[in-house]
């Protein structure tokens, strides 16, 4: 059974152009569910986004920030539309950072697997 969830929900930079970061929440991946072939699909949906989205992994199964690792990285450059990536691992919980964040919105960002 696949899974399809909302990691991180609409996020809009404040305009000033200063630099913002914001961690989202953890939400299970297919190693919670003990799936074998790890196929995670991500969904980035963006409006005029600049900044460096990445998704992060861990095989903690009670991570501590220091647990996370990335596993997935786009940075772009004023882009609007969706971008999808895939990634491969048994990862136990998953979440999404942006960083370097200086202009546009997230719409969301959505994780299958």
């Given at each position: 059974m696949a899974?399809?969830?909302?990691?991180?929900?609409?996020?809009?930079?404040?305009?000033?152009?200063?630099?913002q970061t914001v961690t989202g929440d953890k939400y299970k991946g297919d190693g919670f569910y003990?799936?074998?072939d790890?196929?995670?699909?991500?969904?980035?949906?963006?409006?005029?986004f600049i900044g460096t989205i990445t998704i992060q992994g861990t095989l903690a199964t009670s991570p501590t920030d220091a647990d996370y690792f990335a596993v997935a990285t786009t940075t772009q450059d004023s882009t609007t539309g969706s971008i999808i990536?895939?990634?491969?691992?048994?990862?136990?919980?998953v979440r999404a950072?942006?960083?370097?964040?200086?202009?546009?919105?997230?719409t969301s960002i959505s994780l299958n697997h």
């Amino acid at each position: 059974m696949a899974n399809s969830e909302t990691i991180l929900t609409a996020q809009v930079h404040n305009g000033d152009s200063s630099v913002q970061t914001v961690t989202g929440d953890k939400y299970k991946g297919d190693g919670f569910y003990s799936r074998s072939d790890g196929l995670h699909t991500v969904q980035y949906n963006l409006n005029q986004f600049i900044g460096t989205i990445t998704i992060q992994g861990t095989l903690a199964t009670s991570p501590t920030d220091a647990d996370y690792f990335a596993v997935a990285t786009t940075t772009q450059d004023s882009t609007t539309g969706s971008i999808i990536e895939n990634f491969t691992g048994n990862y136990v919980w998953v979440r999404a950072v942006v960083s370097n964040w200086t202009s546009g919105a997230i719409t969301s960002i959505s994780l299958n697997h």
